[in-house]
Each structure stands twice: as C-alpha cells, then as structure tokens.
C-alpha cells in the first residue's frame, strides 16, 4: 500500500478514537455536575456546563499558532504524538476532580495541549498527491463525524455499567491508544527540513505577516470562522427544539439522538465524495455550492411543526456540511507558503475555534429573542454572508455559466 493511503487510513481510525473519545463524557456534562460534583441546583448546573464546555474551545485558540509553528519546525507527527499523549494524560485525571473548578482548570489545561485534528489534517495535506488531496481531507473528516456521532452513543452505553467517573479514565485510555497507532504505524514522508536558528527567527517575525498577506487565506480564515460560528449557534439548542416539537412525552431522548446524528451520518458518507469531486472541478466550487446548500436547508429548518420533516432537512444539510471544511482545507492547503502550511492549518483552526466558542455563546443570548426558530434563520443569514464573502475573495471573474462549465468538464 502506498505511504499516503496507510498514513490516510490510520489517522482516519485515529482520529474516530480521539473524536469519539473526546464526545463520550461531554454530553452528560450536567449529569456529572449534579451527581457527582454536588452541583444541585440545574441553572447553575447548565451555566458550568457551559463555561466547562467552551473552556477548551478558548485555550485552543490561543495555542492554536504556537503548536502550527513547532509542528513546521519538528513535524507533523511529532505535534500528534504530543497532543494525543497530554490529552489521555489531563483526561484521565478529570476521573479524579472534586469541584467544578478543578474540571474547568482541567479542560482549559487540554485546550493548551489539543490539536491532534489540526496536526492530522496537515500531515495527510503535505504526505498526499495534490490531485488527491480533496479525497484525502474529505475522507480525514468522515472518521472525525463519526467519532463525534458515536461517541455520545457510547457514552450513554457505558454509563448504563460504569461510573462518570470511569469513563473519563476509558477517554484518557482511548487517547492513549490513538497515540500509540500513529507512533507505530504514521510515517511521515515530507518532513520539515531543519533550518538554522538565525534563519528560523527571521522566518518567524515574516511568518504571520506573509501569511496574512498571502489572498486569499485570510478570506478563508473568515470562511472557516463563518461556517463553526453559524453550526455552532444552533447545535447546542437542538435537544430543546426537538423537546418544542414532539408532541408525545414518550421517546424524546430517541428522536433527540435520530435528529443530532442525521447531519452527522450524511456528513460522514457524503464528505470523500465531496472531495473527490473538488479534486476533478476545483475545491473552491465545492464549498460554493455546498455554502448555498447550507442556506437553502437551513431556512425551512425554522419553520418546520414537526421532527420528521427537520430529520429530512438536517440529513440534507448534513451533505451540504460534510463538503464545507473539508473545502476549506484542501484550498489552504493550495495556497500556503511553502514550508508554512502547519503554521497556516493552525491559524485557521483558531479562526475555526474561536467560531466553535463565540456560536453557542450568540445563540443562548439571541435565542430569548428571535426563539428557536429564529436561530435557524440567523444561521441561514450567516451561511448567505458567507456565500457572497466566498463570492468576492475566490470567484471574483466567475460567472454561473463558468460554474457549469466546469461541472459538465469534470464529467
């Protein structure tokens, strides 16, 4: 098998480990408050939920840059290595926390030691061919959505025969065995060529400016921002709209589930056909469409009066989802400076972070004011900005025609 498809595969069960690891405890947060921490009453419990959860999301953000410019300096493999081992370490020892607080230390502490997605994107975008590279990051993220899918599924299974307590130490497990695949199994072929220290602090003083000034990525930073900030300020409020829908008390949890994982299963089977296809007709046409497939489903999504129509949209809209970051990658990938693209992947999951964190934030303050219909129209209005902002930076001499014919060439 050649290096790229080995390298391709075990990331992708790699990184379904950490994703479905990192997804097992996070949504019976408040549960664990409540039993376990002593936080009894639930508004307080939601609030810590809240500051705990987005925790990460901040410390990541900030690191984000740092840990881009080690991985172009030492390798890509290294940074997997690194984040995989400190993140089994931090969260097998949330098993043992005795308050709220020691939680959020614990989570702000794995933020500043995370980034194994970043790191596993850039090692497969700089060790496979370019014309294959759309596959490659599109079937990286199927096994991310599938983790992040399955890994609340789990979570409960095991909460049915285990303490909360013992799962986090099985996720500090899990992480562990992520790091031990790519330590045995990840060869990483074009590694950064070492540079002398002189050479390596001039690179760094231009490093952030060439790359801000090097279009259109900071028109992609947006994109990627646009995109996580628009999920993210609907996807935590999904269980409640789904509470505001079904009529019947019965089987709530259920449809709450069935409705959560039908973007994420379609985003999963959908994301390497994406990628494969942004490699025959241009990436950027891809996230183009896909961006307008977000708005078109996203719109009905605040108008709907029952959950069966809502899984229909969020199936369609999990299609659309699965060919947008992955677009984004694939095109920072093609326009990153040359021995840079760690420390380029890196900006972009902070701009990619800080949407993760401030989403949630926006939809839990506007949602007591447009409700939660309203969200989805928010998201639909952020989705079109970010068609018309995609638009001007990247199709500028582009016509609809133009558009087609590339479709019908690809054919």
């Not at 990192?22 to 002593?38: A, K, R, V």
């Not at 056909?273 to 708005?295: E, M, N, P």
């Not at 996203?298 to 992955?326: A, E």
């Not at 326009?335 to 949407?355: D, H, K, R, V």
């Amino acid at each position: 098998m050649e290096i790229w498809k080995r390298n391709l595969y075990i990331l992708w069960f790699a990184q379904f480990m950490v994703l479905a690891a990192m997804n097992l405890i996070i949504p019976f947060l408040p549960m664990f408050l409540q039993h376990d921490l002593g936080v009894s009453d639930p508004v307080a419990a939601q609030r810590w939920t809240g500051w705990i959860f987005g925790a990460n999301f901040l410390t990541a953000f900030l690191l984000a840059p740092v840990w881009g410019k080690l991985a172009d300096r030492a390798g890509r493999k290294v940074m997997l290595i690194r984040s995989s081992i400190g993140m089994s370490l931090v969260t097998f020892c949330m098993g043992f926390v005795a308050s709220p607080v020691q939680l959020l230390v614990l989570r702000l502490l794995n933020g500043l030691i995370s980034g194994f997605v970043p790191a596993a994107v850039a090692l497969v975008s700089t060790n496979t061919p370019k014309e294959k590279t759309g596959y490659a990051l599109g079937f990286l993220q199927s096994g991310a959505v599938a983790g992040t899918i399955l890994g609340p599924l789990l979570g409960g299974l095991l909460a049915e025969w285990v303490t909360f307590r013992d799962i986090f130490r099985i996720t500090g497990m899990m992480l562990f065995g992520a790091s031990m695949l790519v330590i045995l199994f990840v060869r990483e072929i074009n590694k950064p060529q070492p540079k002398s220290k002189a050479a390596i602090e001039t690179k760094e003083e231009k490093g952030f400016r060439k790359i801000l000034h090097t279009s259109p990525l900071p028109g992609l930073f947006l994109t990627g921002f646009l995109i996580q900030f628009a999920i993210m300020s609907t996807n935590p409020f999904m269980s409640s709209y789904v509470q505001e829908l079904w009529d019947s008390g019965a089987f709530v949890s259920l449809m709450v589930g069935i409705v959560i994982s039908a973007s994420g299963i379609s985003t999963m089977l959908f994301a390497p056909l994406l990628g494969r296809w942004g490699d025959k007709i241009g990436s950027q046409y891809v996230l183009l469409i896909c961006l307008i497939g977000a708005v078109v489903f996203f719109i009905p999504q605040g108008l709907v009066h029952s959950v069966w129509p809502l899984i229909i949209l969020r199936f369609l809209l999990g299609m659309c989802i699965g060919g947008l970051v992955p677009s984004v990658n694939n095109l920072i990938r093609k326009y990153a400076p040359e021995g840079m693209e760690s420390q380029t992947f890196a900006y972009s999951t902070s701009a990619m972070n800080l949407g993760n964190l401030l989403g949630p934030i926006a939809g839990g303050m506007l949602s007591g004011f447009i409700g939660l219909h309203g969200l989805f129209f928010m998201a639909a209005s952020l989705f079109l900005m970010n068609t018309l902002w995609v638009k001007y930076t990247l199709h500028r001499t582009e016509t609809p025609r133009t558009l087609l014919a590339h479709m019908l060439h690809s054919k």
